[in-house]
């Protein structure tokens, strides 16, 4: 998607690339362009994997490559970090940027994106949806009619977010493993994307889904009536979309620029209207129901991911392999 400068005099050009869809993208990038006119922006739409991949290659090319990224893989991101691949950025923000979300000043969290229960509210007519996970376990219990192959979540095999989910839920939660094996039992349904989970719970071919994106379920129930959305009241772990200036940017100052931007409370106020989520600027943040689409988060026990060297644990194979087998034994009862 190429944003042509505003003012018709083209005076430089920023490359990013991204995660976010086009369409989500558009406005915050049009935001910033009002405030420089003469900035044409060139955006990538790209798979998180591929995002990384091409951050290494162009860089150990030297060929030079975006400059500024933007993605919803926290743990490629800080990975690119930790490698070298990203500059020390200081904005007009940073000072009051949450610690959690601020990794040596060169990975910045700039959302807040809670994992949701998702639920049929026709399904739910008669009785309230659950709100914790010994709801949901209660619920699979007392009412096996309506729960027996009517349950969805994450392929954590598959998608990248709903093992990042998982693997947090394992650390905060030592009955995860009985949750999931009571999902097992009432015959899990597994998928690899939030829209294939959010279109079955629509038409009530699944009555709840676990642990799915908050930002996506949002938007879908803002069209769709028959979703609810619950953030968990025992606990909700929060994931975030991550962005950092590559040290091998073509325009660092650019990149600095529109990352300053995104930071700022004008910024965060769009990404919040824009993705329908709260807001990691503590002073958006504290502004009216910033959550968009979604519940006011006060009394919540938010348990963000930290942007952090911890995240790379997540990306060893030897840890991957050991949860995914036990995702499995659980699901199959063993």
């Known amino acids: 998607m190429l944003l042509p400068a505003p003012s018709g005099r083209p005076e430089a050009e920023i490359l990013v690339y991204s995660s976010l869809d086009n369409d989500l993208a558009a406005p915050l990038l049009q935001a910033f362009q009002a405030r420089r006119p003469g900035i044409a922006i060139r955006y990538e739409n790209l798979l998180t994997g591929d995002l990384h991949d091409r951050i290494v290659s162009e860089t150990q090319a030297g060929t030079g490559t975006a400059d500024l990224t933007f993605s919803s893989a926290m743990d490629l991101q800080v990975k690119l970090a930790n490698d070298g691949f990203a500059r020390p950025v200081v904005t007009p923000d940073t000072s009051g940027w949450p610690d959690w979300a601020n990794w040596r000043d060169t990975a910045y969290a700039l959302t807040f994106e809670p994992a949701v229960f998702a639920y049929h509210k026709p399904s739910f007519a008669e009785d309230a949806p659950p709100a914790t996970r010994a709801d949901l376990m209660r619920w699979m219990e007392e009412r096996p009619d309506q729960a027996q192959g009517r349950i969805g979540t994450y392929d954590i095999a598959r998608s990248g977010v709903g093992y990042l989910f998982m693997a947090r839920d394992q650390e905060l939660y030592e009955g995860i493993w009985q949750v999931v094996s009571a999902m097992g039992r009432a015959g899990v349904q597994q998928y690899a994307t939030t829209a294939d989970l959010l279109e079955r719970i629509s038409d009530g071919r699944l009555a709840v889904g676990y642990n799915l994106l908050g930002s996506y379920a949002a938007e879908w129930a803002r069209n769709n009536p028959d979703l609810g959305l619950i953030l968990p009241r025992d606990f909700t772990v929060v994931v975030s979309r991550v962005a950092l200036v590559p040290a091998a940017a073509r325009r660092p100052d650019l990149g600095t620029d529109l990352l300053a931007f995104l930071m700022s ?70």
């Open 265 to 334: 409370p004008e910024g965060q106020r769009l990404l919040s209207r824009t993705l329908r989520l709260s807001a990691v600027s503590l002073e958006v943040a504290g502004q009216s129901n910033p959550a968009g689409g979604m519940q006011d988060l006060a009394g919540l026990r938010l348990k963000p991911v930290p942007v952090s060297p911890g995240l790379l644990a997540y990306l060893d194979q030897a840890t991957r392999n050991r949860l995914l087998a036990r995702w499995n034994d659980a699901i199959a009862g063993r």
